[in-house]
């Protein structure tokens, strides 16, 4: 079966540190990848997808970036985190339907 | 571009009644949607998917139901319990990548 891993589950970062969010994936191969944020009462916002390994796509000028180094893995990094950064980060994948990992809850102080 | 409403944002029942939660979208061409449940500070847990050409999904207690024509989906839960309080979330998808969010109608059930 299919599994998300998403770490880690919270993380608080001063302004202008570094910023690494890794997502794996099991039990499928060249899945489509996702990076969204929750910022606190508000929805979902798709921040990158990816179809392959090296391709990312933005849907969001911003802060972050994103990485897919191996074909089950995607990153979200960010080399200078801003306030504004804060918010709940999820990764997906597209399978039969979207499964959601269980998120990284991230505090910019 | 797509816009997804769920209505109501909050609601609140004893335990034991039967419910509805509505989701209405813009945009009548999609392939399919799906209904989420989300507990505080948690990820997403997917609950029912329906392809476009669908008009409902059920799963135990839940019945999801979908009328593409006129943009509606609507969540029936049976027989509700305190452990289905959470956040209930439905998403259209519109294209290979693009998932469109509601934000959310939060449920609470009263023991």
């Known amino acids: 079966s299919q599994t998300i891993h998403q770490w880690p589950a919270t993380l608080v970062q001063p302004v202008g540190s570094p910023l690494s969010l890794e997502c794996t994936v099991e039990?499928?191969?060249?899945?489509?990848l996702y990076w969204y944020r929750q910022a606190a009462g508000r929805g979902l916002q798709l921040l990158f997808y990816?179809?392959?390994?090296?391709?990312i796509s933005s849907e969001v000028p911003q802060n972050l970036s994103a990485s897919r180094p191996q074909d089950r893995q995607f990153i979200l990094s960010s080399k200078k985190l801003l306030l504004s950064d804060s918010g709940f980060y999820l990764c997906a994948w597209r399978g039969y339907g979207y499964t959601f990992g269980s998120g990284t809850r991230l505090t910019v102080v | 571009k797509q816009e997804v409403t769920q209505i109501p944002a909050a609601l609140s029942v004893p335990e034991g009644e039967n419910l509805v939660l509505n989701c209405s979208f813009t945009?009548?061409?999609?392939?399919?949607l799906q209904w989420f449940r989300q507990d505080p500070g948690k990820g997403l847990t997917s609950l029912l998917l329906i392809q476009s050409s669908q008009r409902e999904q059920t799963s135990g207690r839940l019945n999801a139901s979908l009328d593409k024509s006129s943009g509606r989906s609507t969540l029936y839960i049976a027989a509700s319990q305190p452990g289905d309080s959470a956040t209930y979330l439905c998403a259209v998808q519109t294209g290979a990548n693009n998932l469109f969010f509601g934000t959310g109608t939060r449920l609470t059930v009263i023991p």
């Open positions: 990816s179809v392959g390994i090296g391709q």
């Open positions: 945009d009548s061409a999609i392939y399919n």
């Open positions: 039990g499928t191969s060249n899945p489509n």
